[in-house]
């Protein structure tokens, strides 16, 4: 089973705008991506429980990258942790990568079937790839 | 003496809920001023969400009570609101043990540690441990030194109702309310003050008990 994602977000449509993206950059291949988005009305938040459910259902025993936006989402990922069984928690990583190129890392790892360390460490990279690019070089300083 | 029992527990928690309502928009009229004035509402529809709860699945021990109001905050609240109230009633519910005033004490004292651990703040962040944490020493000191429950929830409410006061002039470090930097000076924090209405439900709530 490839490592499973779960995607966090205050917005539903922000999530499911995320998953879109990162589908498109996997045409053909599948890509077991769960949301846990909105609160308990569909209206913005995080809701813990609906997290954990993601996470449970993302995993198909290698485990679970999580990937959130900001704020509440990060103390509702980790209040998840706390619900779901033993067994699933010690095979969840709460990603401290940014939503949209953390995910997009993650999918395309994930979707080759590396282990979870390896998705985790794409999804980091996201950022630094950004980073790099806008820190030096050319179009840094207008050229 | 009466036990702090399921049944006190469950009256603490609808004193808090009753709290949390006649505040409702107090709360919120501190969230506007350093927050995203949604503090009221969500709290008003999570503790009433949690009494309903106790109400369709009553419970015979005051542990299960704490775990169904823990979640059911958890679902409901909303914000960073649902996951800290929520760790703080899971931690006191797994904490519990017993049904006396030391019990309680050390059941509090555990949420508060666990608010502390999932929100990596510290006293003076101008958050709710600022009315939690003096609450938990003056309980834990009124415990230890002999004194009933009552009194030293009495002592409890006081020093979180204090703690609430002192955020006043604190800047906020965590949270939303720290986007503001300098500029959150000047208000009450309104975790603060919710935490503070807490302790002053189980105060009222669990006078004459333990």
Request: charged share 20%; aromatic share 2%.
């Amino acid at each position: 089973m490839p490592v499973g994602l779960v995607v966090v977000s205050h917005s539903r449509a922000l999530a499911d705008a995320a998953v879109e993206l990162a589908r498109g950059v996997l045409p053909g291949r599948d890509l077991a991506v769960e949301v846990a988005a909105g609160d308990v009305d569909g209206g913005p938040g995080t809701d813990a429980t609906a997290i954990a459910a993601a996470v449970t259902a993302a995993d198909g025993g290698d485990g679970v990258v999580v990937l959130m936006d900001l704020g509440s989402a990060v103390l509702a990922a980790e209040t998840a942790l706390e619900l779901v069984g033993a067994d699933v928690r010690e095979r969840v990583v709460l990603s401290p990568a940014p939503l949209v190129e953390g995910l997009v890392g993650a999918a395309v790892v994930a979707a080759a079937g590396a282990a979870r360390a390896q998705v985790a460490a794409e999804a980091l990279r996201g950022l630094a790839a950004k980073q790099q690019h806008l820190s030096g070089g050319p179009a840094a300083d207008g050229g | 003496m009466s036990a702090v029992d399921a049944a006190a527990v469950a009256a603490w928690v609808r004193e808090f809920t009753r709290l949390v309502h006649e505040q409702r928009d107090e709360l919120t009229r501190l969230d506007a001023a350093i927050g995203d004035a949604d503090h009221g509402t969500n709290l008003d529809r999570g503790t009433a969400a949690a009494v309903a709860a106790l109400g369709a699945r009553p419970a015979d021990d005051a542990a299960a009570v704490l775990t169904t109001v823990a979640m059911t905050l958890i679902k409901t609240v909303g914000g960073a609101s649902g996951p800290l109230y929520g760790t703080f009633f899971l931690r006191a519910a797994g904490a519990l043990d017993g049904d006396d005033g030391r019990a309680v004490a050390a059941a509090v004292r555990a949420g508060y540690d666990g608010v502390v651990a999932r929100g990596r703040a510290e006293r003076g962040d101008k958050t709710m441990l600022d009315a939690l944490g003096p609450a938990c020493d003056a309980l834990d000191g009124a415990v230890a030194a002999g004194r009933s429950l009552e009194e030293a929830l009495g002592a409890a409410a006081e020093a979180a109702a204090a703690g609430r006061d002192a955020t006043a002039p604190l800047v906020a470090r965590k949270g939303r309310a720290s986007y503001l930097g300098e500029r959150s000076a000047g208000h009450v924090d309104p975790g603060a003050a919710s935490a503070a209405l807490l302790v002053q439900a189980a105060a009222t709530a669990l006078a004459g008990r333990g």
